[in-house]
């Protein structure tokens, strides 16, 4: 192909090379008709279509696209054709193997679309012209799109470029905790296979890595059954180090690139049902729907449970075992498999990790197949049989909404006396809900539903005193005064927390507030007395604070004299004779009575 002007495609805006005026409002073009012709931008570059394409992707620049394409002089002179060889184009876009400004073209197309291009002289052969190509002369491209592989910069250094030869299903791709299935091959460039998964594939963890570490960072990228091609680099590959001669690799030479066909057979999800990494769900089958079991959900489970010797110390809905029947958020069950099970969907079957910590804890129990050692780590495989998710407040009437938070703050009551407070914490805000501000509760059961409201929050916040959660306690007083300002229990409790997180002011504002109210509450007068403590204590270290930076204060200032005093000049006998009288009337004029300074002394001492 005879030479012609090169033309940087950056020259060439990306998208469709449109220049936006301060002001100007760009609308969407609607969708072109078969023989409609359209500028694209101001580059001078046209496009009319031939034929509609299939679906709604377009390929991008970086892509790899395969076309069969006819080239003519705006004459019709033909002067280049894939279809007189017979074998379409493999071009990669955005590098100009063409010419530059039919890549801006092709990236506006659909598989199978067929257009006719307009390509003026700047973005075509330019002032130099080809073979068949005057200089200065448009040109026209009519192009097929028959295909196109994706091409993703996985680490955006070009690192890991990956090429995607099949798409995926759906859109989910796996996370670093979720478990992959995958085959592959890893070739190094002269073709010599070094690696290849066995035919039923390879499992692996995201997390934990496989081969090297672009797997991890490729596998991560990619949709189930996906197909990719790769090229990674020694940094992301083996690097500068000799690797092989074991079961997995063979011989790799340092500093190699490698050629991997991968793709992604299958995932299965795995979720950190605590957020700490103690209790992992990964998901065997999927579920029903779109619901799960929520809190306070009755719940019919199956399940297998096993030490991680593989030792089997229960099972419930198996083998002919009846099925295990529980109320989530109860505590009828160990804490990792109740919070795991919250999360399942009907027809779910999950294998559960729960670390010791939300199993047995450290002591040893007898089950019904095993004796559970302590601090034992737990292998549950669970199906979820059926759920019935607990009735939320919209779905009742106000009277079911007055009697379910009743009913709630009771069980509150009776968990917080036996000293099981988070739970009853939950319970206290689950019955204000039922009879929360948005509900439209009549004249009638206003008082009572006021009343219910206000106790939940008063119980909620003795629960997070309780639990040092001073903040919260804060937030739910405050909530109580909005609606009674002269509420002693709830200023009496918001004072407390306000004393833990030493906020002695606000503390002694809530405090007389409540004496102004209850004169002889005799709680108050004793939180009054630990205050004044409080206060004492704070003044007395303010005081220490003071007193060490006067002091240091005071020792620099005699430093100070000293050096300006050995620099002085050595005076005559008269001369000091007269400084010495200055000073005497100086220190007359200006002396403080010791009374005085004592009282002086005093105001600093307590300074707050």
Not at 1 to 4: G, N, Q, T
Not at 276 to 298: C, Q, R, S, Y
């Given at each position: 192909?005879?030479?012609?002007k090169e033309t940087d495609v950056s020259d060439i805006e990306d998208g469709d090379g ?67 060889r017979d074998e379409p184009l493999t071009l990669k876009l955005g590098q100009g193997q ?344 009549g004249d009638d059961e206003q008082k009572l539903v006021k009343a219910l409201r206000v ?154």
């Open positions: 192909m005879a030479s012609r449109l220049e936006e005026e301060p002001g100007e409002v760009i609308d969407s073009a609607p969708p072109m008709k078969v023989g409609e012709e359209r500028p694209l931008g101001r580059t001078g570059l046209a496009k009319k279509l031939l034929r509609h394409g299939r679906g709604w992707e377009t390929p991008e620049l970086g892509d790899e696209a395969a076309v069969h394409f006819v080239a003519t002089l705006t004459d019709g002179t033909l002067f280049d054709s894939s279809r007189d063409l010419v530059s400004g039919l890549d801006h073209g092709i990236i506006t197309m659909k598989e199978g679309e067929c257009a006719l291009f307009t390509v003026p002289p700047e973005l075509g052969y330019g002032a130099v012209g080809r073979e068949g190509v005057p200089p200065n002369a448009a040109v026209r491209f009519e192009v097929e799109l028959i295909s196109w592989i994706r091409v993703v910069d996985i680490c955006k250094d070009g690192g890991i470029v990956k090429k995607i030869l099949v798409k995926g299903e759906r859109n989910e791709q796996p996370s670093d905790l979720d478990e992959v299935l995958v085959k592959y091959r890893v070739a190094l460039p002269d073709g010599t296979i070094i690696a290849e998964a066995p035919e039923e594939g390879f499992e692996f963890y995201v997390k934990d890595g496989h081969l090297c570490p672009a797997f991890s960072k490729a596998v991560m990228t990619m949709k189930k059954g996906e197909r990719v091609k790769l090229l990674i680099q020694p940094q992301y590959a083996f690097g500068d180090k000799k690797f092989g001669n074991s079961d997995q690799l063979h011989n790799v030479p340092p500093n190699s690139i490698l050629d991997v066909d991968l793709e992604l057979v299958s995932f299965k999800p795995v979720i950190d049902v605590t957020g700490d990494g103690k209790v992992l769900k990964k998901i065997l089958k999927e579920g029903e729907g779109a619901f799960t079991a929520n809190e306070g959900a009755a719940v019919t489970i199956s399940y297998a449970a096993r030490l991680e010797d593989g030792t089997v110390f229960e099972k419930k809905g198996l083998d002919g075992e009846q099925p295990l029947n529980f109320v989530t958020d109860e505590e009828q069950v160990i804490a990792g498999l109740d919070r795991a099970s919250a999360t399942m969907k009907k027809g779910e079957l999950a294998m559960v990790t729960i670390n010791h910590e939300y199993g047995f804890g450290s002591v040893e129990v007898e089950q019904d197949l095993a004796i559970v050692p302590p601090c034992s780590d737990l292998i549950y495989e669970v199906e979820m049989l059926d759920f019935i998710k607990e009735r939320a407040p919209w779905e009742m009437n106000n009277s079911e909404r007055i009697e379910e938070a009743g009913r709630k703050k009771e069980e509150g009551n009776l968990l917080f006396k036996a000293g099981k407070l988070r739970r009853a914490g939950k319970k206290y805000d689950k019955a204000a809900d039922y009879v929360g501000e948005d509900g439209s509760f106790a939940c929050w008063l119980n909620a916040a003795a629960c997070s005193l309780k639990l040092n959660n001073f903040q919260e306690a804060i937030r739910l007083c405050s909530k109580v005064l909005d609606y009674e300002f002269y509420n002693v229990k709830a200023l009496y409790r918001r004072a407390q927390a306000y004393m833990e997180t030493a906020d002695l002011v606000s503390a002694e504002l809530d405090i007389r507030k409540a004496l102004d109210i209850d004169p002889v509450n005799r709680e108050v007068k004793m939180l009054e007395r630990s205050l004044k403590q409080l206060q004492a204590e704070s003044n007395r270290r303010d005081a220490k604070v003071y007193s060490n930076m006067f002091a240091w204060m005071t020792k620099d200032t005699s430093k100070s004299n000293k050096k300006l005093k050995v620099e002085k000049p050595e005076k005559s006998k008269d001369e000091e004779e007269n400084m010495a009288a200055m000073d005497m009337e100086k220190t007359a004029d200006s002396s403080v009575p010791v009374e005085t300074r004592t009282v002086v002394d005093s105001t600093l001492n307590t300074f707050s």
